[in-house]
């Protein structure tokens, strides 16, 4: 029996992660360990943010003094970095699809825990900064709250009590491997929107994995369905990039027949760590030529397997020549689906033909066809 199938009206609530799930709490961690560990002459890569991930604030604490081996105590890099910490709370942005979930299970009146290995007057800092959010969850509850943290299942335990509904029935949405482990020995359903690229073969315990939370179908979990998606397209809140085109893999045209106008991602690094891996689409604008529809993929193509996040868009037009180094803007308006990897080179041309026809019937639409006049396409300094 299929997973969708199986689990049709079972679940009548969530249990929601924050860190990492709903709010980007690592970019903000980041910042602050590379600036702090530089002044003992280390520097902070990420190559220990997979042993952090979903640890309680303690936990975390001693695998960074123990791994850089810092001459100072767990408790003294806490007294440091906490206040450090605090002081960026309000740079901490929501993820992608966080609000819109948010609200949609509130607006159906979904019960909602916030279920987080944080303490309970952290979560509460964080999530201030976040308008409407407290008021969304019936129950919060911290690891200082509960007997152990994740990958205990108390934390979990505890959410479903105060809700007074069996865990049986709750769903867990979670973004580290502790708290999948926690959710399925709490013997919820488990979705993983996991927070670190290339590390879904870490997940396997649950009981699906998406790319982020644009990717979530309530109604497979028995709830109730988005119903913003239109033409096999999600609108989104506009964003835009540019920049000079540059040569990229020299596989577009090469190797797929798609001649894409790659863009530097140098100076885009905060846009890439803030938006999911995945096809998009939009207006591209070329200051000597116009403007275009544009379909686009942001990732790390696993065909082919890419060591960097990349930005490649494909411009919809037949141009005669090259245009190397013109400055290229892009006005990003809609999602149409998650990275993939596909089995064959024809299959991956395939499905980005398939993208390219979704995108260039989706702008025509009203709804993003206004956006081929925003200025920012068509007024260049």
Not at 56 to 83: M, Q, R
Not at 245 to 271: H, Q
Not at 330 to 358: C, M, Q, T, W
Request: hydrophobic residues 35%; glycine residues 8%; negative net charge.
């Amino acid at each position: 029996m299929s997973v969708s199938n199986s689990l049709k009206k079972l679940s009548s609530c969530v249990l929601i992660d924050l860190d990492g799930t709903l709010i980007n709490t690592d970019g903000v961690v980041g910042d602050i360990l590379r600036k702090y560990l530089s002044k003992y002459g280390k520097q902070w890569d990420g190559r220990e943010a997979l042993k952090i991930v979903g640890k309680t604030p303690l936990e975390a604490a001693t695998t960074i003094v123990e791994d850089y081996g810092l001459p100072c105590g767990v408790d003294e890099f806490n007294s440091e970095f906490y206040p450090l910490f605090s002081a960026q709370m309000d740079k901490i942005k929501s993820l992608p699809g966080a609000n819109r979930l948010i609200r949609h299970l509130k607006g159906h009146g979904v019960p909602m825990a916030l279920a987080s290995n944080s303490s309970r007057a952290n979560i509460e800092s964080k999530i201030s900064f976040h308008q409407g959010w407290k008021e969304c969850f019936s129950v919060i509850v911290g690891s200082d709250e509960v007997s152990k943290g994740k990958p205990s299942p108390d934390i979990f335990l505890e959410a479903a009590r105060k809700l007074n509904k069996d865990p049986g029935e709750c769903l867990v949405i979670e973004d580290s491997v502790p708290g999948v482990l926690a959710g399925k020995a709490a013997g919820s359903y488990v979705i993983a929107v996991p927070s670190l690229p290339k590390q879904t073969h870490l997940y396997t315990s649950a009981d699906e994995v998406i790319n982020s939370l644009l990717d979530i179908k309530p109604e497979k979990w028995g709830l109730p369905p988005f119903q913003d998606w239109i033409e096999n397209t999600l609108p989104i809140d506009p964003w835009r990039i540019g920049g000079p085109v540059i040569k990229g893999f020299g596989r577009g045209s090469k190797v797929l027949g798609i001649p894409t106008a790659n863009l530097s991602t140098k100076d885009y690094a905060e846009e890439l760590v803030e938006h999911p891996s995945g096809v998009y689409f939009g207006w591209a604008g070329l200051a000597t030529r116009g403007v275009f529809k544009m379909v686009m993929s942001i990732g790390w193509n696993p065909y082919f397997n890419n060591t960097e996040k990349t930005i490649e868009p494909w411009l919809l037009h037949d141009f005669t020549e090259d245009f190397y180094g013109e400055e290229l803007r892009l006005i990003i308006v809609g999602y149409i689906r998650p990275e993939a990897n596909f089995p064959s080179l024809e299959s991956l041309v395939a499905k980005i033909h398939e993208d390219r026809d979704v995108a260039e019937k989706a702008l025509d639409l009203p709804s993003y066809a206004k956006f081929k006049d925003d200025p920012y396409l068509t007024k260049y300094d």
